[in-house]
């Protein structure tokens, strides 16, 4: 069913509601996909297909999605399916029910196929672990599809799925969305419904899924959203296009701690500013308003300082030092030791951080509408740059440089996006353009994605190691 790959979520359920296709054909046709691709690719932890099947034909035609195959990242609980976060230490673990995200995303219509692979515990920004080994990117299998939801960006790359459920904690549905040419988007802190098992909403991680359109990504806001959230933000509800209104966009070149991307990095920011410009936008050039020298000891305080926990369920288990045990990969061990040289109150100086610069923000926003800057200021990385064994100060040195333009987004609680307007004029590979809004704009975000699609439409740009390439076999 290649013939299908160019429809995107919305799209196929509309085949669906026409009878044209059937949900058990598309997920049929998603599994034979999968199963010819992700021998190469590594981006799937764990098949769900019978629990998809069983229920495809109770999907109620009506539902947004009414049963599109979907992929959800190996960090969040499907009820009855193993939940590993990347890891040996939870290979086993099956938690009995779906939270409150995963019922609103399967009530949408969508059909679960799998778990996609992530760094252990998510923490890092490239998808590399002990459990599972790297996730390759398809536009080159010498490079890694990024980080942490680089799974689900490769998945939706390669055309298993047209969307696939990703969580974002620093910038990891953005710079894998970036390193494989799809969108991928963040919303707002307390904007959705919980995807955590308290019912509860983790300071810096927020959900939502990497896709091939605007539209699918919207629909999924609007089926997942919790119309009366903590913060009293309107409901969005469902976007359907772009707005008349011209925006006012800050522009930034350097990362956090004064650094230039690399060249194609630039020159596609250029384009950026080019088109945003040619659509009647006006850009103004800003110095970037963060401090990355202090924006990420706050983060890593909030982040790292939970983890020695791991170590010590590990001992307890094992009988021995961490670092032997063989269960938690050597990144992890080096960053929970870290964790556990942090002040007792490091969480609490890295949320008074985060206050202060929401504050700042909120300043920056009354001037400009949006904030344009690179994804990450490398092209996607090659296999290795950052993976389960690298050494400590190296890794942290790079989860930085890679995190250097996202994670402002996740401290203030804001909406952001990555968008695949333009690739490489060398390598030929995508490069994705970051924008954020202010805390609550997630309307107007995605205004301006969808019209930024219809200006430079990117959802029949094929990767080399994808579905479509099926054909010539």
Known sequence: MLELLPFDGVGLA??????EVSARELIEAAMARIDRLDGTLNALTTRTYERALSRAESIPSNA??????????????????????????????????????????????LSILGMTNTPEFASGALTDNLAFGATLNPWDLARNAGG???????????????LAQ???????????????????????????????????????????CLSRSVRDSATLLAATEN???QLGYAPVGLVEGPAKRRLRIAVTIEDTFGAKPEASV????????ALCTSMGHEVIEVANPVNGHAMFPAAEGIMLAPMPRLLTQVEALTGKRAEDANILSRATVDMARYGATLPADARDVGLAYFKQLTQDFAAFFQKFDVWLTPTIPVEAPPLGYLS????????????????????AANGIGAPAMSVPLFHSSTTGLPIGSHFMAAPGEDRMLYELAFELEAAKPWG???APHSAIRLRQY
């Open 227 to 229: 119309p009366s959230n």
């Open 64 to 109: 947004p999605f009414a049963g599109v195959p979907t992929l959800l990242k190996d960090l969040i609980d499907l009820g009855g399916v193993r939940r590993s976060n990347g890891s040996r230490l939870n290979i086993t673990n099956v938690p009995k029910n779906s939270v409150a995200y995963v019922e609103a995303l399967e009530q949408s219509g």
């Open 166 to 208: 990703g969580t974002d904690g620093g910038g990891s549905n953005r710079i894998p969305a970036s390193c494989c040419g799809v969108l991928g988007m963040k919303p707002s802190r307390y904007r959705q419904v919980s995807g955590e098992a308290d019912g509860g909403h983790y300071f810096l991680r927020t959900h939502q």
């Open 148 to 162: 942490s939801s680089g799974g689900s960006a490769a998945a939706v790359a390669a055309g298993y799925v047209p």
């Open 14 to 19: 509309t085949l669906i509601r026409k009878r």
């Open 266 to 273: 630039q020159e596609v920011l250029q384009a950026t500013i």
């Open 388 to 407: 389960h064994d690298t050494p400590f100060d190296l890794a942290l040195a790079r989860n930085r440089q890679l995190l250097g333009y996202t994670l």
């Open 460 to 462: 029949q740009r094929w």
